[in-house]
């Protein structure tokens, strides 16, 4: 998997690893604690000519593409950097998958900022895709040319619009956010911790409380949805009347799939810092100008990956986010 050693990648590569896959990872940085328990890595960036050549060289059933850059603020200031390293190198590495005498099923990384801001709440699969971001941009330009290059190529993709992950490896808080993360759980966690003041980003949204509202997903809840999802795309729960034609394509040439992973449901930036205040202190709070590209309010509909993927949540309520973030921090990510 590419950026396995990342946030996200990291406990969607323990996942594999705990259902009894084998799993390698190719990431340009190295976490010990991520590294420990896989069968093999490559620090490298996933699109140099030496990892492309060892992903031919040992012809993976699954790529998980969780590489890439992230953020919707830098992105606007440095689109550049957002549409070389999320699609310039993610077309390479396509063009190199889709060569391959036995081609993998392509998991990819993709984000609700796809959606913008929306119309309608909770937010479907089907709902328009119109980003309000660079960030958001790169992910819905990879989505189009998954769909091509399965159509055309025979390339099988599953393509997971993450909303916001948040929280900590629940069982052992072993893994989480580094240091310096930019989410809000993972930054009021650490002014909490550090004795610092915390700044909300806009408190003027067309909101209960004026901050934004999303549609937090615990990291372990969507590290579970891909393996879920891998047994699903490769026949091991394939049940082809109980599938919606909108949105998966069985033909001679393999399949593309398309899923929310969220909660049905919100939560505002003010909730999550009132928790932290209220659970492990916080020396203030104050307000700040709204982050452009920010919408009010992004809720998922993750009816489809419960009902085909048989796939439910089980840390996803807010205190449970928090908490096992916390632990992660003052266990690990501060030392």
Not at 223 to 235: F, I, N, P
């Amino acid at each position: 998997m590419t950026g396995g050693c990342g946030y996200i990648g990291s406990h969607v590569a323990r996942a594999f690893k705990m259902n009894g896959d084998q799993v390698y990872i190719i990431d340009r940085v190295e976490r010990e604690h991520t590294l420990k328990d896989m069968d093999g890595w490559f620090i490298d960036d996933f699109a140099s000519d030496a990892s492309l050549a060892t992903i031919v060289d040992m012809e993976p059933d699954v790529i998980v593409h969780c590489a890439g850059t992230s953020l919707v603020g830098p992105s606007m200031d440095n689109p550049s950097e957002y549409y070389n390293n999320n699609v310039v190198k993610t077309i390479a590495m396509l063009d190199v998958l889709k060569d391959m005498p036995k081609k993998p099923l392509v998991m990819f990384s993709s984000s609700a900022s796809v959606y913008g801001e929306p119309k309608e709440l909770p937010i479907r699969e089907d709902s328009l895709i119109k980003p309000m971001s660079p960030y958001g941009n790169t992910k819905a330009i990879i989505e189009i040319a998954l769909k091509d290059y399965w159509y055309s190529y025979g390339l099988s993709s599953l393509i997971f619009r993450y909303f916001n992950a948040a929280g900590a490896m629940p069982m052992t808080a072993d893994l989480g956010q580094e240091p310096g993360a930019t989410h809000i759980v993972a930054r009021v966690l650490e002014a909490s911790l550090e004795g610092k003041a915390f700044t909300i980003n806009g408190d003027t949204f067309d909101t209960d409380d004026g901050t934004c509202v999303r549609d937090y997903v615990h990291v372990w809840d969507i590290a579970t949805a891909h393996v879920k999802g891998a047994r699903y795309m490769m026949g091991e729960a394939y049940d082809p009347l109980a599938l919606n034609e909108d949105y998966i394509f069985p033909s001679r040439n393999g399949m593309f799939r398309v899923f929310n992973l969220g909660t049905n449901s919100g939560i505002s930036n003010k909730q999550i810092v009132d928790y932290v205040k209220e659970h492990y202190g916080l020396k203030n709070v104050n307000y700040g100008p709204q982050r452009t590209g920010d919408p009010a309010k992004l809720i998922a509909d993750a009816t489809e990956a419960r009902t085909e993927l048989g796939w439910n949540p089980q840390f996803s309520e807010m205190g449970s986010i928090i908490d096992s973030a916390y632990k992660w921090y003052v266990g690990q990510g501060t030392k």
